[in-house]
């Protein structure tokens, strides 16, 4: 995929590292698919607010193994770190439940190949919000924001509403908060154990998550069924909508107004959300990035979007066009081209 960069004889263990990032971009590209499909039977409070503390518990047993392999620390260096990592988890989890939270809702009026290359405008974006942090920002990323914004126009004129659909300038605010997030994360690792911070702060995320699920969904969800009674057969009638909120799912399947049935097909969707997208998508890549350079792994990662559109069309049968595949290949060439002076620069140190 990216061996062209190789100008030494192979490196195994670089290869190997390229490989399990590669995996890592798959797990992450059908992880949009686990989303909308479990959209059809749990609101998006509740999905989030189920796979996020999965996803947290799910990394314990390799924090647990690092941290036997660890010096100890003094009572008062525990007490400063477990403070270090409360406040860390806490603010990079309530950017990671906003950014979630608009990724979810943007995900119901859009398709998952849509979602996962409009996701992707984070990788322009984190570089342009930099600025204001006093870092500098080059040519090459404004050509890609150029190319980025081409193909997000082709994604809109290709939706069956002839203009941009709302579910895309959705997800593309989810974006702005995903940028957010990787700068926010970027300080803070300087300072905390990555794993403890990822599993702190998709803990806070859930718990916002399950909080919204009890208090947002009803509202949304009597929402929903307003406009669907309103605006008659279409979008809206679809399983994306007709979700029953948390409180009144829990409710019904206790009375046994609800069949048990209803909501298990939501089982697979869930646990692959927190167990592959979140556990194993996000170990993969921290092993394999001990051995990858940098621009490896941007490259890799960038493809997250092509299996995003990929699963979309052979799990949920998304239909593609020309103009949708025209503009998946320009939003790739130009999150590839805004990272192009990562890339140069590791050519020129092989």
């Known amino acids: 995929m990216c061996f062209f960069l190789y100008h030494s004889p192979m490196n195994k263990r670089v290869l190997g590292a390229d490989l399990l990032l590669l995996l890592t971009a798959a797990v992450?590209?059908?992880?949009f698919v686990a989303q909308k499909s479990g959209m059809q039977y749990v609101g998006p409070f509740a999905f989030n607010g189920i796979r996020f503390p999965l996803g947290s518990l799910s990394l314990l047993p390799l924090i647990v193994w690092q941290k036997r392999k660890r010096p100890d620390v003094s009572r008062e260096e525990k007490a400063a770190i477990r403070k270090n990592v409360f406040f860390s988890s806490f603010l990079a989890g309530t950017c990671l439940f906003i950014a979630v939270t608009f990724q979810q809702l943007g995900i119901m009026v859009t398709s998952a190949g849509n979602a996962g290359f409009i996701t992707g405008l984070y990788v322009i974006f984190t570089p342009i919000f930099g600025i204001f942090l006093g870092r500098k920002t080059g040519k090459a990323t404004w050509f890609g924001a150029f190319l980025t914004l081409t193909g997000l126009y082709f994604l809109s004129i290709a939706s069956p509403q002839g203009g941009l659909n709302i579910g895309d300038i959705i997800i593309a605010v989810s974006a702005v908060f995903w940028a957010f997030h990787v700068l926010i994360i970027d300080a803070l690792v300087q300072k905390t154990d990555p794993l403890v911070l990822s599993s702190g702060q998709f803990a806070f995320a859930g718990f916002y998550a399950l909080m919204a699920a009890?208090?947002?969904?009803?509202?949304?969800s009597n929402w929903l069924t307003?406009?669907?009674e309103k605006a008659g057969p279409g979008i809206l009638s679809s399983g994306l909508f007709s979700w029953k909120s948390f409180p009144a799912l829990l409710s019904g399947l206790g009375s046994g107004t609800?069949?048990?049935?209803?909501?298990?097909?939501a089982v697979v969707p869930i646990l692959y959300g927190g167990l592959g997208s979140v556990g194993i998508g996000y170990t993969l890549q921290v092993v394999a990035q001990k051995d990858?350079?940098?621009?490896?792994?941007?490259?890799?990662?960038c493809l997250e979007g092509c299996f995003a559109a990929m699963g979309g069309i052979i799990i949920l049968h998304e239909p593609v066009g020309v103009r949708t595949i025209i503009g998946f290949f320009l939003m790739l060439a130009g999150m590839l081209v805004s990272q192009w002076e990562l890339i140069a620069g590791h050519r020129r140190e092989n």
């Open 28 to 31: 992450w590209g059908f992880g």
């Open 214 to 220: 009890f208090l947002a969904e009803p509202v949304l």
């Open 226 to 228: 307003h406009q669907l």
């Open 258 to 265: 609800i069949p048990v049935s209803l909501v298990s097909s």
């Open 292 to 301: 990858a350079p940098p621009a490896h792994a941007t490259i890799i990662l």
